[in-house]
């Protein structure tokens, strides 16, 4: 009977760490499964005035400002396709990455990150997403009665920036979509001229939406009609405020964004 009860104690003994090592492994599964967020859950404790502060105080004065001949001269939003027409941008941001590498690193960069979201658009990435409209985390929708975007970011309108969208003729379309992509930092369009913002072009920070639709900036010859119907059918806005989106939906992804044009 000594013998069991001895037995008994060394088999506890030897058992307890195990047990704590087991207990310990459930505690920690528990609290992961309760910290677990749903793939489009919103950033609760985002900070929009800061991200927008930091996103303006970057690479100030950085950038030259260069001569810029990417594009294609005869391309339309709404009319051509878009697969030839963002085959000839990859040839010439190939051959611009080679000219500007010696002049220009900022510019460089640009071409480069430019490159980088052709690609990924072109080969295989398509957003995708569970929400629509202002169930997603990031959405703009813009108001062509008032020229006005309004931006929200989980839910909560943050800021309000005013637009051109497309003149008599070249109305913009009304829709509600997930944006298609891809998005640009560099962008010009050479058939509807109007400058060269910093060596960015005349279409900077560019996040195309639909069938060649781009919400994108503007150059300082534009700023005074912001608020008016003024542009060939994309949506105008200041380059800081298109800087501050084209980051947004970097950081939500366009499988959590959605634009919504209205009459």
């Not at 900070?47 to 303006?56: A, G």
């Not at 611009?96 to 960069?109: C, F, G, R, T, Y």
């Amino acid at each position: 009977m000594i013998n069991r009860s001895i037995a008994y104690q060394r088999v506890k003994i030897q058992l307890k760490p195990v047990i704590l090592f087991v207990a310990a492994l459930i505690y920690m599964g528990a609290l992961s499964s309760c910290n677990e967020q749903p793939k489009n859950s919103r950033h609760t404790s985002f900070n929009y005035q800061h991200f927008k502060d930091s996103v303006l105080n970057t690479d100030k004065g950085d950038v030259c400002d260069a001569e810029n001949c990417l594009d294609d001269e005869n391309f339309v939003p709404g009319r051509d396709s878009t697969s030839g027409f963002f085959e000839r941008l990859e040839s010439n941001w190939k051959e611009e990455e080679a000219a500007v590498a010696k002049n220009s690193l900022p510019l460089q960069k640009a071409v480069q990150a430019n490159l980088s979201a052709l690609r990924a658009f072109r080969y295989g990435f398509r957003a995708g997403g569970g929400c629509r409209q202002q169930e997603c985390p990031l959405y703009a929708e813009v108001d062509k009665s008032e020229q006005v975007l309004h931006l929200y970011v989980d839910g909560e309108l943050v800021d309000t920036y005013p637009v051109s969208t497309g003149i008599k003729g070249r109305e913009t379309p009304s829709f509600s979509v997930r944006p298609s992509g891809p998005i640009f930092t560099k962008y010009t369009s050479k058939k509807f001229p109007g400058g060269n913002y910093k060596g960015l072009g005349n279409m900077p920070y560019a996040v195309f939406v639909k069938g060649g639709y781009a919400i994108h900036g503007t150059t300082p010859g534009n700023f005074r009609r912001l608020g008016i119907r003024a542009s060939h059918g994309c949506i105008r806005l200041h380059p800081d405020n298109a800087k501050v989106f084209t980051e947004l939906v970097k950081q939500y992804g366009l499988g959590n964004t959605w634009v919504t044009v209205k009459p």
